[in-house]
T-cell receptor, first 115, second 113 residues
Framework: KAGVTQTPRYLIKTRGQQVTLSCSPI?????VSWYQQTPGQGLQFLFEYFSETQRNKGNFPGRFSGRQFSNSRSEMNVSTLELGDSALYLCASSLGQVTGDEKLFFGSGTQLSVL | AQRVTQPEKLLSVFKGAPVELKCNYS??????LFWYVQYSRQRLQLLLRHISRESIKGFTADLNKGETSFHLKKPFAQEEDSAMYYC???????????????FGQGTILTVHP
């Protein structure tokens, strides 16, 4: 089974631009979650999508948005980039069950650098 | 707000020595706790979860609700255990916890030969 695939692997953007990151979950997984990882803040939850609907959201500004397609692939968009948005963005997929012991499978991440 | 604290950023032990990675949490409900691990140049992956009460690669973790802790232990560390370890929690299934893990800051474990 192929793992979670994130593209691109690296991105360099300038302040004010916007960026779109892509995530393809494991086949059969309907839930996709996004995390931001920085040295200072660690891993922080952005949002989660299931069956094309956002079910959960973290404490990030509205510049961070996402969507999910009917094939469960997900995209994350950041508009009006700021220097502080430089981070590793991780995507995780799961079956999306209600139970609290849901196992997340992570991708390798997209390293975003904002200059 | 829920919080996970891993007090040690770095932990070094010698091969064959016992190792304990500390994790404390603050959460008002009944949490589900996990340990995730990231080996060098690999993806973040689940090591174990308390609900399964399992032992993976010789590691165990016991949930102590009185001390609000979920420390990760291994009696005899191996060099291949060197990695970054994250403690994480998810709130009890209730319709708002989907995909949302609250992570600690992580502990880098180095096992010396």
């Amino acid at each position: 089974k192929a793992g979670v695939t994130q593209t691109p692997r690296y991105l360099i953007k300038t302040r004010g631009q916007q960026v779109t990151l892509s995530c393809s979950p494991i086949s059969g997984h309907r839930s996709v979650s996004w995390y931001q990882q920085t040295p200072g803040q660690g891993l922080q939850f952005l949002f989660e999508y299931f069956s094309e609907t956002q079910r959960n959201k973290g404490n990030f500004p509205g510049r961070f948005s996402g969507r999910q397609f009917s094939n469960s692939r997900s995209e994350m968009n950041v508009s009006t980039l700021e220097l502080g948005d430089s981070a590793l963005y991780l995507c995780a997929s799961s079956l999306g069950q209600v139970t609290g012991d849901e196992k997340l499978f992570f991708g390798s991440g997209t390293q975003l650098s904002v200059l | 707000a829920q919080r996970v604290t891993q007090p040690e950023k770095l932990l070094s032990v010698f091969k064959g020595a016992p190792v304990e990675l500390k994790c404390n949490y603050s959460y008002s409900g009944s949490p589900e706790l996990f340990w995730y691990v990231q080996y060098s140049r690999q993806r973040l992956q689940l090591l174990l979860r308390h609900i399964s009460r399992e032992s993976i690669k010789g590691f165990t973790a016991d949930l102590n609700k009185g001390e609000t802790s979920f420390h990760l232990k291994k009696p005899f560390a191996q060099e291949e255990d060197s990695a970054m370890y994250y403690c994480a929690l998810i709130d009890e299934a209730g319709g708002t916890s989907y995909g949302k893990l609250t992570f600690g800051q992580g502990t880098i474990l180095t096992v010396h030969p």
